[in-house]
Structure formats: C-alpha cells, structure tokens
C-alpha cells in the first residue's frame, strides 16, 4: 500500500511500481502534506494507467527533442523539418539538461520574456513556441511529464513598435509589373514572372507546374504539386489543390512559351535547358533580383509577387470568397487576416447606395 511519511523533516512517498518493486520518492524541502498527498495519488494514477516512469528514467529535454524530430521526420515534408530541427538546435539552450519534468511553467516564461526583450520578431517567436509546444505534448503523451507548461505559460504579444503585416508585405504597383517585365527579355523568365503575377501561384508551384496542369480549354492552371528542396510533393492542404483563372494575354505567352519549351522527361513549364527542375535560388538570385534592379525597382521577395497579385484583386473588388480559392487559403478568414490592411477603409459608394435603397 502506497503511504506518506516524514524523514529528517521531509515527506517521503512509499510505494511499489508496476513491476513490483519498492520504491521512495523525497518531496522537496518545504512541500506540505496535502502536497505530498496529492503527488502519490497522481502517482498512483498512473500505475493504474500503466503509464509510470520512475525518475531515473525521465529524459533531459534535448533527448525528448530528439526523440520529438524523429518522430516527426516520417510525417512531414522536409523542408518543414530541417526548420524543426533548425528551432531545436538553436533555440533552447536553456532547457537542454534539465529533466523535462522539471521545466515549470515560470521557465517557459521566462525564456519567452528573454526572447521579447532581445528583440526577436514575435512571428519568429511564435513559430519557435510551437515547436516547443509539440516538444512538450510528446512528453505528455509518452508519460515523462504530466502537463504541458505551454498550455498555461503567457505568449508573446505584439508590442507598439513592432510592424504588422501593412509594413512586412512588399507589393509591386502597376508601373513597376510593366517595368518588371519590360526589363526580364529572357522568354522563360518573362513568363515565369508574368503567371507568378497573373495567377498568385507560390514559387514552388510554379516551379512543379507541368504542361498537362494548364487546361487551355478553361482558361486555367490547376496547381497540384509543388517542387521544394530539390523534390516534388503533392499540396499540402486540399484547398492548395486549385484550378486558378488566367487571362487571354497570359494563355498566349503560355503557348508561344510551349513551342520554345526545353523538351524533359518531367514535362515541366519551367525546367532547366536539359528538361530538370530549375533551381529555385538561381532563379532568383540570377533573373529575379537583377530583373528587379534593371527595372529600377526596389528589392522584394519572389512571394511578393503572390501578394502584389491578392491586391490586384482587392483593388479591383472581388469577393473575397474568390480570392481565397484562388490563393489556396483554407478559409476566408486566412486571407483576411494577411490582406485585410490592404482594403478600404472607407466607402462612401456604399454608405450612399444603403441611403438611397431606404430613403428613395
């Protein structure tokens, strides 16, 4: 039978494990008796669960992590996990050699709080914080510690002198999308930027896109895998999976495009002169930036271009319902939440019609 005691001014836990084995555990200095009480009766718990861990046998945290990257390798792309494993190498220090049990809620704060006041970016932040979360929900599950600290810990908040999406999004206005393609002569390129305007499909879409993926019938490109990190992968979401419209002008530098297209087992869109998939980085570092600088515009990312094609449709008051499907979003809401800055603010076309609907 499991009891508490007291030993040389501490309460001691007495009891037998799963496999029938006496054995003690000294409370902490200072711990009272409801305390001690409660801490048997969650140890009893999980014998009767089949869950305990004695304490020797509780990992550090960077074993849990370890344990945490292995389990995801198998389940994940893996550009997603050299990130994973990128956030676990160099971000939790200060967790490493502590048993994972021991890693209280005020740590986690603390580590969070330090990060704030050392200026990292909160979206950095917080994608750093989920990957400690899901550290901490294996432990859970695999019994080494009996609560996730994430789940009670305060998360970071944005402070005043932060930006926001309005000043992270970098958007191309309708001059510089005609000087941008004005500047890129090279038909591959030219195209290439031109349906990463005209479409707002991502980089590695357009990269994956192969000739049977555009429907010339309907006028539409259907985006159903993607090249990343040297390898082909199918969308992530269903909502990725999508038929994006296109116009006339851009159906006819598509065509002209397929006649001059470099021939490839892969039947690529955009592949390199020997028919494989181009690499990302010298597209971008060789025809993409330079394009930008000859045109005497100011340096975006290639994602830009995806944004500069959502304000477009913004601009031009589409329904939001349209732009989300056209983007990929899984819902309206995800497009809202990044494009919303980019709305009016006010429309008095509006506030007129409802007057004149209800006073004519």
């Keep these: 039978m499991a009891t508490v005691s007291k030993r040389r001014g501490r309460y001691v836990l007495d009891f037998y494990d799963h496999e029938g084995k006496r054995k003690w555990k000294t409370m902490p200095k200072g711990t009272t008796l409801k305390i001690a009480k409660k801490e048997l009766r969650e140890l009893e718990d999980q014998l009767a669960k089949g869950n305990y861990i004695s304490t020797q046998k509780i990992p550090i945290f ?13 389940n994940i792309r893996a550009s997603t996990w050299a990130v994973y ?6 971000h939790f220090d200060e967790f490493n050699n502590i048993k994972i049990n021991q890693i209280t809620i005020q740590r986690v704060e603390k580590f969070i709080k330090k990060r704030q006041a050392d200026g990292m970016n909160i979206s950095t ?10 550290i901490f929900s294996l432990a859970v599950k ?37 000087n941008l393609l ?24 357009l990269l994956g896109m192969k000739w049977p993926d555009i ?21 992530k979401t269903k909502g990725s999976n999508r038929k994006v419209d296109i116009g006339p002008a851009m159906s006819k530098k598509l065509k002209k495009w397929r006649l001059a297209c470099p021939p490839g087992n892969l039947d690529l869109v955009f592949p390199t002169e020997v028919g494989t998939p ?22 975006i990312k290639f994602h830009g271009l995806r944004h500069t094609y959502a304000s477009l449709l913004i601009d031009q008051g589409e ?12 819902n309206p809401t995800v497009t809202l939440n990044v494009y919303a800055h980019l709305m009016n603010k006010t429309n008095q076309v509006a506030a007129c019609k409802l007057e004149e609907a209800i006073f004519k």
């Excluded at 494993?85 to 160099?90: A, D, I, K, P, Y």
């Excluded at 932040?125 to 899901?134: E, H």
């Design 125 to 134: 932040l917080r994608k750093i914080i989920v990957s400690l979360r899901q």
């Design 319 to 330: 329904n939001i319902k349209y732009i989300q499907t056209q983007l990929g979003h899984s």
């Design 62 to 74: 960077n074993q849990t992590a370890l344990e945490w990257l292995d389990h995801k390798k198998l």
């Design 142 to 178: 695999r019994g080494y510690c009996h609560q996730n600290p994430l789940d009670y810990a305060d998360m970071p908040k944005r402070q005043g002198n932060e930006t926001d999406n309005e000043d992270k999004i970098r958007i191309l206005n309708r001059a510089e999308i005609s």
């Design 215 to 235: 429907q010339w019938k309907d006028s539409q490109i259907h985006i159903q895998r993607t090249f990343n990190n040297q390898c082909f992968y199918d969308t």
């Design 278 to 299: 181009m690499n990302h980085n010298n597209m971008v570092n060789r025809y993409f930036l330079p394009g930008l600088k000859l045109a005497g515009i100011r340096k």
């Design 85 to 90: 494993e990128g956030h676990t190498r160099n």
């Design 182 to 205: 004005d500047a890129v002569t090279q038909q591959k390129y030219h195209v290439l930027f031109s349906l990463a305007v005209f479409s707002g499909a991502r980089q590695g879409e």
